[in-house]
């Protein structure tokens, strides 16, 4: 079975501080794919990234770095210097290549940074 | 280039009504997928649709249905309303589903409120 465990439900810094959301995913395929998504509390949810089970190399883009380590079954998502726009549920996800594109999320971070 | 756009943004509707959501999905992506976001939970997955057929349907009862029409576009209809279906309903879409692994990209959702 596949699942996607984020199990810090809600986290709080403070302005600057840097903070790390954990993703922890399950399954027994080889191929798939992780993905981090952003909801604002306007609700739409914001893609942030996307990698396959064959990159494990870590990624950096502004602020956001990402940590992919197939040993642990982990895709965790860091912010450096948070800002109060930050704030935001952060939902990790997976989709398995053969389930065509069939998606399963985790039950989403609530991130509050404090001014 | 327009996103995933879902109407109405807003619908409040009387226990026992119908309700009927609409999506219009990226252009050029063939597949759509329907969330419920209820107050405090996850994403939890309804309906997905793909070249006009339906694909995958998460654990709701039969009184939430839907359909994608030739242009790929797609309605969620929800009968016999309960209180309980008071939610935030994501749509989302993304490319051909042969390819797994593509990215879903959400439009801004729906709130829906049964009074």
């Known amino acids: 079975a596949q699942k996607v465990t984020q199990a810090q439900t809600e986290i709080s810094v403070v302005e600057k501080e840097d903070v790390t959301l954990d993703c922890v995913y399950e399954t027994r395929d080889t191929t798939y794919y992780l993905f981090w998504y952003k909801q604002p509390p306007s609700g739409e949810l914001v893609f942030l990234i996307r990698?396959?089970?064959?990159?494990?190399q870590n990624e950096i883009s502004g602020r956001y770095s990402w940590n992919f380590q197939k040993s642990t079954s982990s895709f965790n998502f860091t912010i450096t210097a948070s800002q109060v726009v930050d704030s935001a549920v952060y939902f990790c996800?997976?989709?398995?290549?053969?389930?065509?594109?069939?998606?399963?999320f985790g039950t989403g971070t609530s991130l509050t940074v404090i001014p | 280039e327009a996103g995933v756009t879902q109407s109405p943004t807003h619908l409040i509707k009387t226990r026992g009504q119908q309700a009927t959501l609409r999506c219009s999905p990226i252009s050029g992506h063939t597949s759509v997928y329907w969330y419920q976001q209820a107050l405090g939970l996850g994403l939890q997955f309804l309906l997905w649709?793909?070249?006009?057929?339906?694909?995958n349907r998460g654990n709701f009862p039969p009184r939430f249905s839907g359909r994608q029409f030739p242009n790929y576009s797609s309605e969620l209809n929800v009968n016999a309303l309960e209180l309980e279906d008071s939610a935030l309903y994501l749509c989302a879409s993304s490319l051909v589903t042969r390819y797994s692994g593509n990215t879903i990209y959400f439009g801004e959702g729906s709130w829906l409120t049964v009074v």
């Open positions: 996800a997976l989709s398995l290549v053969n389930t065509g594109n069939q998606f399963y």
């Open positions: 990698r396959n089970s064959f990159d494990e």
């Open positions: 649709y793909d070249e006009g057929e339906e694909r």
